[in-house]
């Protein structure tokens, strides 16, 4: 019998770190000895870049565009230690719906059984989350993937995406979308921040499944067109990656969230505002407004 594949899509607000967090998934996951494909989802095309010493890959839209028939060789590139990039693309400007190239692609690799061809065991997208245009609810709503996660910081904007994203989840569930394997806490530094983040998971019965401090590492990393699992494997934020890869591998159990309404989520960060406010007027500095962290 064929193996099952695990499929899983990582949303967040655009700039949030998704495609540096997927990346360094991805490349940790293959350390563990996975055979994995990262499908990006941003028209953009930037998801796969640090996995490939800093170069782009042609999309598959663009692909399409020059030639009638494509190979899904084509379109797939090696990456570092073996992982598979893919990325999807977008339409000319001012023309059609971004979520065009996630469906395109996926329908020519099953047609071509190419995830079976590579023997790949888990396959991650990286799909912006300020779902915009129904096509990016693609992942989730044709249960494509099976578990998502999202990555969020504590700013409100963020967290508002993430909210989004838990709506459409929650939409699709009982249709055979996709459900929620938890939430990615990225840029947590600020003693608060983790306190914002815990909260809102508790608001949405859902859970975190790391916190990823905002490092220099990666940025340095990122500079030499590298995940930080290739350019600095033995730093903490490698080891703090490869936890968090450990544990997807390893993932089974997804839940539909509890999203808030609108004006709950309002309700909720005034709340927080407030707090901060009372805490800054105390004069307690920002890296130790934690209660108990
Ligand atoms: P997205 O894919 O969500 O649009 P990116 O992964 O491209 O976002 O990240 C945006 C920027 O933030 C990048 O320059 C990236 O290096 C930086 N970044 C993301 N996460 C971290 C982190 N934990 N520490 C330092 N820089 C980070
Ligand atoms: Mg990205």
Redesign the pocket.
């Known amino acids: 019998m064929a193996k099952k594949i695990k499929q899983i899509a990582i949303y967040?607000?655009?700039?949030?770190?998704?495609?540096?967090?997927?990346?360094n998934i991805s490349a940790a996951l293959s350390t563990m000895g996975y055979k994995v494909m990262q499908f990006g989802c941003?028209p953009?095309g930037?998801?796969t870049n640090t996995l490939r010493d800093g170069s782009y890959i042609p999309t598959v839209l663009d692909t399409l565009r020059e030639k009638s028939k494509v190979n899904a060789r084509d379109v797939i590139f090696e990456g570092f230690n073996g992982v598979y990039c893919v990325e999807a693309g977008g339409p000319a400007p001012g023309v059609g719906c971004a979520g065009r190239g996630i469906i395109t692609a996926v329908q020519l690799f099953k047609q071509q059984r190419i995830f079976e061809e590579l023997d790949l065991d888990i396959v991650i997208y990286?799909v912006?989350?300020d779902v915009v245009c129904g096509g990016f609810a693609v992942p989730v709503r044709e249960g494509i993937a099976e578990h998502v996660f999202t990555?969020t910081s504590s700013d409100f904007m963020a967290i508002y995406a993430a909210n989004n994203l838990f709506k459409g989840i929650h939409k699709y569930s009982k249709s055979g979308g996709a459900l929620l394997g938890g939430v990615i806490a990225?840029?947590v530094n600020a003693g608060y921040s983790k306190e914002i983040i815990d909260d809102f998971v508790k608001q949405t019965n859902t859970q975190v499944m790391e916190y990823?401090?905002?490092?220099?590492?990666?940025?340095q990393?990122?500079l030499q067109g590298k995940t930080t699992i290739e350019a600095a494997p033995h730093s903490e934020?490698a080891k703090i990656y490869k936890g968090l890869a450990e544990k997807i591998g390893n993932h089974t159990d997804s839940k539909t969230p509890s999203p808030l309404e609108i004006a709950e989520l309002r309700e909720w960060a005034a709340k927080w505002g407030e707090h901060l406010l009372r805490l800054e007027q105390q004069n307690i500095p920002q890296d130790k407004l934690a209660v108990n962290s």
């Open positions: 967040g607000k655009g700039g949030i770190g998704k495609s540096t967090t997927t990346s941003d953009k930037d998801s990286d912006l989350g990555v990225n840029s990823v401090p905002r490092s220099v590492t990666v940025t990393s990122e934020q």
